[in-house]
């Protein structure tokens, strides 16, 4: 079953990544038998090439009501119905599969549902949030769209014995329909504007159950048909210039820490170091680390960098270097390192090796 479920969770990360045109056809068709299940007749159908276009742009022709502008998004009045419409499905579902399969669902939330949910915050859902800027904050809403909890039930329903009732069965499939067919959509009561997927998106696996998150060392990470794209390191979302021209007084000038951290990594610390001509304190074999050397430099106001080698390997085989502030106090590179961990220098010196 763990085999099938794994199958399951790659074929949905595939739908999460896919950069191909949509099926406008099929989405259409189903999200307008999503309308006819709240009782409202299908809508006029709006395509844009990115999130941030939809919510910038009036479907032509229409003229909005009040409560349904652009910067309004979270008073929308369809987006709470079509909530309502996935959590009593799955509540209805939950009671069917705990009451009969309550070990099974465990297991495929943990193989599945967990690390697409995981891949998609990591991924596209941070494409949103300057969408969110845009058009206020609806939370439930992009969760009703995220692609996890219809793999979820998936993945039960084809890995298991569970029997969904005929009515169950084709609300899941007008909502996976709808996930694997386009990108996200915004509901009004007479139009629909949906959003193409992107062109071009690039990631790195960083957890044990094959979940991603963004990163690209040498351009925009997710770009769509229009130009908007989001740049990314190691899964966090940084400037273009972090990726495109990471430079010394950038970096000194950012008051962002983690982006501030991002873009060191990119030159490297050794780079940094060198390019900022920081003053090195002192050194000292690593005893955490046996073979590699801590290296304390003095970095800004009251605070030093101690500059340290990874005690396990990256997933293409290296040890990185790394660096971590620590009070300006401090002059002993072992006294720092222990510092990191809540530690004396000498409780420091006498652990068998960090991990």
Known sequence: MQREAAAVRAEWLGHLLSTVPADRP???????????????????FHWVASPLAAVETVPPGMRLRASETADRFAAWPLPPRFRRLVSEFTARLDVSIMRDYGPLDRI??????????????????????????????????????????????????????????PEQDRLLDLWSTAARSCGWWWPRERAC??????????????????????????????????????????????????IDDPGVDRITAETNVEVRRCAIEKIGWGGYIDGAGLRLVGTAPDPGNPGSELRLYD??????????????????????????????????????????????????????RRT
């Open 108 to 165: 495929i939330g943990q193989l599945v549902r967990s690390p697409i949910r995981v891949s998609a915050n990591s991924t596209l859902h941070t494409a949103l949030r300057p969408v969110q800027e845009t058009a206020g904050r609806n939370d439930a809403w992009y969760t009703a769209l995220c692609r996890s909890w219809p793999a979820h039930y998936d993945a039960i329903r084809r890995t298991s014995g569970v029997v969904f009732t």
């Open 193 to 242: 504007v949906v959003s193409e997927r992107p062109v071009e998106i690039h990631t790195e696996v960083w957890g044990d159950e094959g979940e991603v998150r963004l990163h690209r060392p040498d351009g925009p990470a997710l770009r769509f048909a229009d130009g908007w794209d989001v740049h990314a390191w190691h899964g966090t979302k940084v400037p273009p210039w972090v």
């Open 26 to 44: 099929a989405a259409e068709a189903a999200i307008s038998e999503l309308y006819r299940l709240i009782g409202l007749d299908p809508p006029r």
């Open 299 to 352: 970095f800004r106001e009251q605070t030093r960098v101690l500059l340290a080698v990874n005690g396990s390997t990256e997933r293409d085989g290296h040890r990185r270097r790394y660096g971590l502030t620590v009070p300006g106090g401090i002059d002993d590179p072992v006294a720092a390192a222990g510092w990191t961990y809540g530690l004396s220098g000498d409780q420091y010196s006498r652990l068998v």
